[in-house]
């Protein structure tokens, strides 16, 4: 039930209030206020309006409304207060039972992996490890650990398996015929856009409208878009204001300037505190040894070292990940995911919470790497990294591999991408699905890495930017569909699901 519009409003600011009064912002804003006491411009008698005109003029006051619209693009609009709190993380209960299943499998493989190599989840390192992994920090990948026994956890074709079997049940007994004629592998009826929607959200990517990437190519002489939207840039960094960043990056962001504007988008400030932070999961890496410590090592192995691109960062990977993995605040998450933290028990003490840890907060998926990747080429700074890569984690790629029915959500993701194409390239879709190769097995794992691996780095940093810019996924189904057009004539030739992936590669 939505709430009437006042009283959604003074929700939402309750809400945000309570977040930013356990925040450093908030100790640090208090602190400023005091220290202007001393200030002779501030009076007595005009004291309250005099301490705003202070934070205002010294960047304070920028530096709250960031924090507010940071908390407003994250975390979802409050609910009716009568709604279980379980709605907050998925409102539809067929979809919180199939995400919780699909947790409990991969749970009992990570498992039953620990039994077969007789290899407990978590455990203290010797000292002689420790300081041996210390003085390697920075050259991880030189080890070759055996790692013959460990497998991924889930491949992406597992998880689209699980996605495909997805059903309403309210829908199956009495079938709507509007749905019966969707005829992709997604059965579920979740409202996507369709393209006039998509046209006025996306309003920016117009054609009538500059786009870095392609209006500063050799054809238009680039003083006409580039020149102008890099001062645009400097001007926007200059104001410190993460809104106008968001809309910025709309239109693609120059290279020189993107180091510094997502973090302003994401409202990281790299602040001692943060590096502090960052050290301590270093330390807890140092001092414990993970099962999931493995799997992080063979996945980096299978995908970056093999990557021309990638195998230059494989130490920062290793760094950010495992770090990573050990990271308890990205649980805060879990209020407005679908996904429940995975939990084990301290043995012999199975079932009793309070012996219950959350292990590991995050369980490792071989997409992860390609998402951390094409970071370290705008950072090298590992805390800067890391922050990086953990907002843009809990902000978006979470989505990618939780079952939800949010927008940016990957089932949703699946149904808009078969809807388009299925609405606007009707004959390629059936031809493809005649010959068994249903698009979405192709585009899956395109979407499911956020195109990671896929694009060269330079064109996927671009997409990157449109996905912070318009704080959505969606963008990753428009794409996936525009590749299907752009290949249409060769695909309508394919008589396989194998010559079919070969022609759009």
Not at 31 to 53: F, G, T, W, Y
Not at 404 to 414: E, K, P, Q, Y
Not at 472 to 494: D, P, Q, T, W
Request: charged share 20%; hydrophobic share 40%.
């Amino acid at each position: 039930a939505m709430l009437d519009p006042d009283s959604g409003l003074s929700l939402t600011i309750a809400r945000i209030v309570q977040r930013l009064k356990g925040s450093s912002l908030h100790s640090q804003l208090e602190r400023q206020a005091r220290v202007s006491l001393h200030k002779p411009e501030i009076k007595l008698e005009s004291l309250k309006e005099d301490i705003k005109d202070f934070l205002k003029t010294s960047g304070w006051e920028k530096k709250l409304q960031n924090a507010v619209y940071s908390e407003l693009n994250v975390f979802p609009s409050p609910c009716h207060p009568a709604a279980p709190p379980e709605h907050i993380k998925e409102p539809l209960a067929y979809m919180r039972k199939a995400q919780g299943s699909w947790e409990k499998r991969i749970l009992k493989s990570l498992n039953s992996m620990c039994t077969e190599l007789g290899i407990p989840l978590a455990q203290k390192r010797p000292v002689n490890e420790q300081k041996e992994l210390l003085n390697k920090w920075n050259e991880m990948g030189t080890d070759e650990p055996d790692l013959s026994l460990f497998r991924p956890v889930y491949a992406p074709k597992d998880f689209l398996e699980v996605l495909m079997n997805l059903r309403n049940p309210n829908y199956e007994n009495g079938e709507q015929p509007s749905f019966r004629n969707h005829l992709g592998l997604i059965q579920v009826p979740l409202k996507v856009k369709d393209i006039p929607e998509l046209k006025e959200d996306f309003s920016e990517l117009g054609l009538n409208i500059g786009q870095l990437g392609i209006d500063d190519s050799a054809q238009v002489p680039p003083e006409f878009f580039e020149n102008e939207h890099v001062r645009v840039g400097q001007k926007v960094l200059a104001e410190q204001d993460s809104a106008a960043a968001q809309q910025y990056v709309r239109q693609g962001c120059p290279t020189a300037l993107r180091a510094d504007l997502w973090p302003l988008i994401l409202n990281i400030s790299n602040q001692p505190e943060d590096i502090l932070y960052y050290e301590q999961l270093k330390s807890n890496v140092i001092q414990h040894d993970l099962l999931v410590d493995s799997l992080i090592y063979k996945d980096v192995k299978l995908t970056a070292s093999n990557d021309d691109y990638y195998f230059v960062f494989e130490d920062y990977l290793y760094q950010v990940l495992l770090c990573f993995s050990r990271d308890t605040s990205v649980l805060e998450h879990f209020t407005y995911s679908s996904a429940t933290p995975p939990k084990s028990y301290i043995r012999g003490k199975l079932g009793m919470e309070e012996y219950a840890v959350f292990y590991p907060p995050n369980v490792n998926y071989n997409s992860f790497i390609l998402s951390v990747a094409p970071l370290c080429f705008l950072y090298h700074e590992p805390s800067k990294l890391y922050q990086v890569f953990r907002e843009m984690y809990v902000r978006f790629f979470f989505r990618l591999h939780s079952i939800s029915s949010h927008a940016s959500g990957i089932v949703s993701l699946c149904l808009l991408f078969e809807t388009l194409l299925q609405t606007h390239l009707p004959q390629l879709f059936y031809h493809l699905r005649e010959i068994g190769a249903q698009p979405l097995r192709i585009s899956f794992k395109w979407m499911v890495r956020a195109f990671s691996g896929y694009l060269a780095t330079d064109q996927l940093l671009l997409l990157w930017d449109r996905i912070l810019g318009y704080n959505s996924l969606e963008i990753l189904a428009v794409l996936a569909a525009a590749v299907f057009a752009f290949r249409a004539v060769n695909l309508m030739e394919v008589t396989s699901l194998a010559a079919a992936e070969v022609s759009i590669s």
